[in-house]
């Protein structure tokens, strides 16, 4: 097995990329799902940073982070629910990285919501899981 430490990696499974704004299309759209509802993350967002000014800075939403910054990287592979409020800043993140020269890939699971991955027994979970081990397993 090959140093982790040597070697940086990114695995991003429906992360939260943006605390500024709620306002993109996937929160209108799945803001009403049981599992992470809009009103549920924003709630989060409020408690993690209650102070609006910190939500643009790459430490609170990396989204933000500069280009530049952003370039120095470790390769990534993002893991997406489609049906999730945080699809959209998922993807848009995904863009950025790849925008900067970042190694990265998407797995953008459609039909699932947010927390797939640890649903037992959905197979989608069980394949994005093996994808996961898969990407790593050469870079490891």
Known sequence: MKDPSAHPLQVLIYPVTD?????????????????????????????YAPERPCRTEPTCSPLFTPQALLAQTAPALLVLARCDVL???????FVKLKSAGVPAELLDVPGVPHG?????????????????????????
């Open 116 to 140: 797939f991955v640890s649903l037992q027994g959905l197979s989608e979970g069980f394949a994005a899981v093996q994808r996961i081990a898969e990407w790593l397993r050469p870079r490891w």
């Open 19 to 47: 605390l500024s704004s709620t306002d993109r299309p996937s929160y209108t759209t799945y803001g009403g799902s049981t599992l992470l509802p809009s009103d549920g993350m924003r709630w989060f967002i409020d408690t």
């Open 87 to 93: 699809h959209d800043e998922g993807v848009a993140y």
